[in-house]
């Protein structure tokens, strides 16, 4: 999904998958943007049972990313 991170054009992916801790999944968010200092990127994980109530937190982190 296209999106907007410090006010340029960034791309996030939603992974799943098998979490370390006691035999959970996790949903993990990838952020990046492509600057011409290089790549950046910001990844946010949680507990698949609690990603919905964290999702707001995230969407917070990400609109405070500033990027050099």
Known sequence: Q???VDGGKGESLILTGS???Q???EIDTLISVLRP??????I??????DYNTLRPVF???ESSVRLP
Do not use: C, V
């Open 44 to 49: 946010l994980a949680a507990p698949e049972r």
């Open 19 to 21: 979490s370390p801790f």
């Open 37 to 42: 200092e290089g790549l950046f990127y910001l």
């Open 23 to 25: 035999d959970q999944r």
């Open 59 to 61: 969407q917070q982190i």
């Open 2 to 4: 296209t999106m907007i």
